[in-house]
């Protein structure tokens, strides 16, 4: 995947430093060259033995004692390569990036080059929340610099919040995505997925068979054409795909918050099974057969997610993708659903028992939009997703 990219990775200081070690391998396992720099402050967490060991090449440090063409060589390298990841990205260096400072071997690299940017930021959580670091983000971001995380959780400090930097996984993906010039890229798509969860009291919940399965392809499939995937999922058997944003959710009414906060977006792809209802008073205590004798459910309907995004007067996607899950007379249901729900496409399954649809892992689909249906053969769930992927890339317009 990343076979002939050059990639200068420049280590800050941070007790996080220690993860870069474990970037260098990954980033070489997709089959990038890792030119690695490390800071005078990235020496104080991992040693330059560690670090070019891994490498497999010399790293390039932070020293004052270069020699006019020394330095010269050093600004070439930064230039020749195809992305400068930085990992740990630290206050300080953010703040001198967005300065324009050039002080050290670090900041020189990154002044001295319109080669891409990606910060991978790692800071205490106040460092990351103060105004300056704030501003210095805003101004980076402005001049097209790329980040990834930080994510939120307890730090080395004992504090806990925003400041953790990315796991390693999620760097080298940020890091795929970057070179991933798909047909979607710079588009942001939504897609909901798996079934929800209607709670009855604290231990019980009405759910559903959907596995995810066919959402969780089709973020796969969209992040894989370059586009920035919002995933909103329910309790799903699958694991979400990598490369996507995960919102976990249990509720539909959880599940509608979640896409409100997620727009706007060029495209939602409405695949989740949501309930149609939820229990009307759902007890805060567990219910009791001795107390309570035979528990009477009410129902109280829940939001209709598709119908209001695609109802939306403003800010509506471009492209709003509904499901529909019919066992009989598939195109005429769906057919109808589209007019009724006001999306443009209804991916319509045929989900009679016979077929071995829910649950499994191949799918039937007609796609149903404004100008008819469309029959598209038994094909595997990746597949539908693959395709699927493919015209929604050619209705936005893709690349553009
Ligand atoms: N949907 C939704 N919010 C709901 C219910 C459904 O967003 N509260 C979306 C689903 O994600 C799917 C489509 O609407 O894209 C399915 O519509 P729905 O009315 O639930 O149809 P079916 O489940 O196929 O069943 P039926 O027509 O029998 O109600």
Redesign the pocket.
Known sequence: MLAGKRILLIIGGGIAAYKSLELIRRLQDQGAEVVPVLTRAGEEFVTPLSVSALAGSAVHRDLFDLTAEAEMGHIQLSRSADLIVVAPATADLMAKMAAGLAGDLASTLLLATDTPVLLAPAMNVRMWQHAATQRNIAMLAADGVRFVGPEEGDMACGEHGPGRLSEVPDIVEAVLRFFRAGPLQGRRILV?SGPTHEPIDPVRYIANRSSGAQGTAIAGALAALGAEVVFVTGPADVPPPSGVEVIAVQT?QQMLEAVEAALPVDAGI?????A?WRVASASDRKLKKSRDGMPVLEFAE?????KTVAGMAQGRPALVV?????TDDVVA?ATA?RLR?GCDWIVANDVSPETGIMGGTENAVVLISETGADVWPRMGKSEVAARLAERVAQALGAGG
């Open positions: 909901t539909a409405f695949a989740a099974a949501v149609d829940n939001p209709d997610i598709l509904g499901f529909a899950a019919e249901h659903k729900k």
